[in-house]
């Protein structure tokens, strides 16, 4: 199915996600199904309705936009199609993507938060983006003022690549003050929507958008929150999606470290440094290795810093004889936790191999 | 045995504690022991020796100062032996006590953390222990300068209760700084120390002295520690004895902070205000009340907060008819484990009593 009113019709069914399609059920042929077998999909009568009679007006205006430069759709079983999005319950069955829709499958972390936050946390945000994007990460996020802008702006300054997902059409522009930013984020990564042309950024549409952020990355950093903030929705898929939550706590006398606190109180990894997320997503990105290869080889590539001191005093410590963890934490006084994260990190980077038995050793060269 | 003499000798006696002994052993004996039994018990020659040729000097001076006003030996076995400080591996035999002995055994919480804290992180200590002590908790700590001092001082705001453990001889004044503050601490609570007089603050007596501190407190609360600081000490040991652990976390750009996090990512308590340390002391003091029935309800005392908001909304939401905490979520929007704390919390303060089948019924009157 490579028509593309078909895939904008698809868009324009409310509730329609590929999660209500068994596997192989071509999502192309849903329009002469009968009214029965597309009740028995979950779907409500409104997106019934949109599914038999699409609305001429909204297509022609998706044609248009599609029309554009560095437009494209990027659809359910097409091969750019992003491999993590399409792990969760509930995948779009369409993306509208400006920009590069290469960079949707590229090894990814969400970076949300307060759209008011403290100067120190924007500065916070932009600092963690910086630093994962020059090591390689793209920085999703969903453009909105504060923490988002920050994260997008990080990675921009690094050079590195940015995903903006909206909650709204890719027409409309909000926040109009990240009218620039979208610009640059579409130059650099890509702005995604799975909502049609027109569609305006009422409130309900974030959590949808949330998931899609969440989704994407393989993990979801929140730097500044408050209670209420819709970031913690955003961290709470990425945890039902069994992807990493991190958290950047803050002072107890500040509201905006609150809703970071909740996280780290319900499991978030507390975080201190961008290398804490590297060393997390050292084993993550491990264990995604399993299902894709071809993220797996970026993956590597990604969690690789540079030796800092630490990692050379494991490696010191390892010398060039297999030894288990007791023994490198006996060596070099580390906690057996932070010994392990560590080794993760040299295994991906090539610098240390696993043994049968819990042993490793070192490797001569790295990659 | 009532003789002070012995009990002096058995303080001047290195590497000696109450773990040494089988149950029913009387350390009064031991200086009459072969020295092949005492070999046996784990002793070292130089413990041996002073076990069996007391130094008359030392302990001269152990009864000049015992001779003083308000100064006891509080010894194991005895009744007034504090019984959370009798359950740990290696609790002193003998403890030097200027002050209200009785003030040992109440419900505590230590709260400890660095000697050059931010002043923000002294407000803080200082506040937590008004807080805590208001509300009759003790508060312990180790007279250091800084958080332990801000720790001592916010109870003794607060018209409360406050032990300071010492890492020398009680004759011995360290610091210096704190003179007038050990004065207080002695009329509002104890001074404490298993170290006989003369006995110099030493680097090395404070693991020692740390371990009393965690060992008298139903849990310890660090406030602000560099990652090399001896509160990490305190905290540890009382994770090893199965007390609970409380950490402030603080902004990542503040270095007193870091300690905290460690603690946090190893499974301290995150604490952002008092109540969030009543809230797990509740099923911790219940616990406790197995074991020790006075203390349990010096604990009940202490657990009852005056009712906040949420807790009024969930005895609403539990009206007069026997729910689960399902149903409570349900019925509040509360998380579970916040609904789960807040039901010990009520239950302990006589307003909630479970049932069979895991329902909590209100109850018409509180204690």
Excluded at 26 to 37: F, H, N, Q
Excluded at 244 to 267: D, K, T, Y
Aim: glycine content about 12%; some cysteine.
């Amino acid at each position: 199915m490579n028509d593309a009113r078909t895939w904008l019709t698809l868009a324009r069914v409310p509730g329609l996600h590929a999660g209500r399609l068994a596997v192989g059920h071509d999502p192309g042929g849903l329009a002469s199904e009968s009214r029965a077998a597309l009740s028995a999909l979950g779907l409500p009568e409104a997106a019934i309705a949109a599914l038999r009679n699409p609305d001429p007006e909204g297509l022609a205006r998706d044609e248009r936009w599609l029309a554009g430069p560095n437009r494209r759709l990027v659809t359910w079983g097409a091969a750019d199609y992003p491999p993590l999005l399409a792990a969760i319950a509930d995948p779009p069955l369409v993306l509208f993507v400006e920009g590069d829709a290469g960079a949707l499958s590229l090894p990814q972390l969400a970076i949300v938060g307060s759209r008011n936050p403290t100067p120190l946390g924007r500065d916070t945000a932009e600092q963690f983006a910086r630093h994962l994007a020059g090591a390689g990460l793209a920085i999703t996020s969903g453009l909105a003022l504060g923490i988002d802008g920050a994260g997008h702006r990080g990675a921009l300054q690094a050079g590195g690549r940015t995903i903006a997902v909206l909650g709204c059409g890719l027409d409309v522009v909000y926040p109009r003050e990240h009218e620039a930013l979208a610009r640059e984020v579409a130059a650099s990564g890509a702005l995604v929507s799975e909502m049609p042309t027109g569609t305006a950024p009422l409130r309900q549409h974030f959590p949808r958008r949330n998931r899609i952020i969440s989704g994407l990355a393989v993990g979801t950093l929140v730097v500044e929150a408050a209670l209420q903030s819709g970031s913690l929705i955003t961290a709470r898929l990425a945890g039902e999606q069994g992807r990493e939550v991190f958290a950047i706590p803050g002072s107890i006398h500040n509201p905006m470290a609150r809703g970071c606190h909740r996280l780290i109180r319900q499991g978030a990894k507390l975080v201190e440094t961008a290398d804490d997320i590297f060393a997390e997503l050292g084993a993550l990105l491990d264990g995604l290795r399993v299902g894709t290869r071809a993220e797996a080889t970026d993956a590597q590539e990604v969690s690789a810093p540079a030796l800092d001191k630490d990692y050379e005093i494991l490696l010191d410590a390892l010398g060039f004889a297999p030894a288990g963890i007791d023994t490198l934490v006996a060596r070099t006084g580390f906690a057996a936790d932070e010994v392990a994260s560590m080794l993760l990190i040299l295994e991906l980077d090539g610098r240390v191999a696993q043994q049968p038995g819990g042993l490793f050793c070192r490797r001569l060269t790295g990659k």
